[in-house]
């Protein structure tokens, strides 16, 4: 049941966690499927509604700084700085983890990701449940994110059955994810907050994060049932004939581009065509978590493959011309 965060829901959606439930809610970024983070077993039953694999740990969402401090063992100068700074926002930070946090929270790393959210129901029902709630994004493992109560409502349905209403996501993609080494950010994750802005607090490592890093970097990921395929603004491909292709354009402004994202994916999948032809956007402040996005989406085998099929054609119609 999808339901406005009105004081008395909130109430009721932290009663449902108190006692090991999930509930899913907004934040500004995307809708996250959320547990009591201090309760093993609430958080299980995330990994078993999403079939999200073991292995890929989830952040932990807090409602004040102070919250986030006892999770973790101890903090960084630069850590604290991004805090400053950037929270309550779309940055989340990595950092060894306190005691408190059950390891299956973690995928039994040494680290603990926590991040503040902003958005004002979020903010209510972690202070409502006087807790912290571990919440990946609502969507079931590898898919597309949701970013409206009615996305969390078509992916996983009866599965949950407290959907809090924040309306549509402001930010669109995920937050950035940010760990530290030797006095440096390592960006685990494009996201939210522009790698830009991060630098102009800390200096920033040029190393790309490895994979071992952050185990939910996966390379197919956010991905549409319908094979997808990245191509220039500019570009015209040429596409054979009897196939159904649709064009995934992008808003000017970055912003916009990214808060539109998923919505615009999901509305192109709905149609079911053969193909969805998306443009790249500029690798520049949001832009490169829109492409990193995009990457995964479109890095499945079967857009792959049909996209050999259209280069083949285009390629024997030049000749032709010839
Ligand atoms: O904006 C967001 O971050 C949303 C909202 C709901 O807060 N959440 C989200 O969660 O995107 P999820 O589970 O879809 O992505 C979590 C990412 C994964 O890439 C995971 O590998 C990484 O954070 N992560 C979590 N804990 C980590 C850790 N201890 N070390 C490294 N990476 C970690
Ligand atoms: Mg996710």
């Known amino acids: 049941m999808i339901r406005k965060p009105t004081a008395s829901n909130i109430c009721r959606a932290a009663r449902v966690l108190r006692r090991g439930g ?4 907004p934040t500004e970024t995307v809708y996250g499927l959320g547990a009591d983070a201090l309760n093993a077993k609430a958080v299980c039953k995330i990994f078993e509604t999403k079939k999200r694999p073991h292995f890929d740990p989830l952040i932990v969402h807090v409602a004040s700084p102070e919250e986030a401090a006892r999770l973790w063992k101890k903090t960084t100068p630069e850590a604290d700085r991004l805090i400053r700074v950037f929270w309550p ?4 930070i990595v950092l060894p983890k306190s005691d408190l946090v059950p390891d ?4 039994g790393l040494p680290t603990v990701a926590v991040r503040m959210p902003s958005h004002p129901a979020a903010l209510a029902l972690i202070r ?6 571990a919440a990946p994004s609502a969507n079931p493992f590898g898919r597309t994110s949701p970013t409206t109560p009615k996305n969390v409502e078509e992916d996983l349905g009866k599965k949950v059955n ?3 209403d924040g309306g549509p996501c402001r930010v669109g993609v995920e937050s950035t994810v940010v760990a530290f080494e030797k006095g440096k950010a390592v960006i685990l994750r494009p996201g939210g907050v522009p790698v830009e802005a991060i630098r102009k607090c800390v200096r920033v490592s040029s190393r790309a994060a490895k994979r071992r890093g952050s185990p939910g970097l996966l390379k197919t990921h956010y991905a549409p049932r319908t094979a997808m395929v990245l191509v220039d603004a500019s570009e015209k491909p040429a596409v054979p004939r009897g196939l159904r292709v649709r064009r995934l354009r992008h808003p000017k402004d970055l912003r916009a581009a990214a808060t539109r994202l998923f919505q615009a994916i ?3 999948d709905k149609i079911k065509p053969d193909l969805i032809l998306a443009d790249r956007v500029p ?3 949001i832009g490169s978590a829109i492409m990193d996005r995009l990457n ?5 085998l079967k857009g792959k493959k049909i996209a050999e099929r259209i280069l083949r054609h285009a390629a024997r119609r030049k000749n032709v011309k010839k």
């Open 104 to 107: 299956i929270v973690t995928a």
């Open 283 to 285: 690798a520049r402040g």
């Open 266 to 268: 999901r509305k192109l």
């Open 128 to 133: 409502a449940l006087k807790k912290p709630i």
């Open 162 to 164: 407290f959907i809090l």
């Open 296 to 300: 995964r989406a479109s890095s499945g």
């Open 22 to 25: 999930l509930v899913a809610f």
């Open 89 to 92: 926002g779309p940055l989340t």
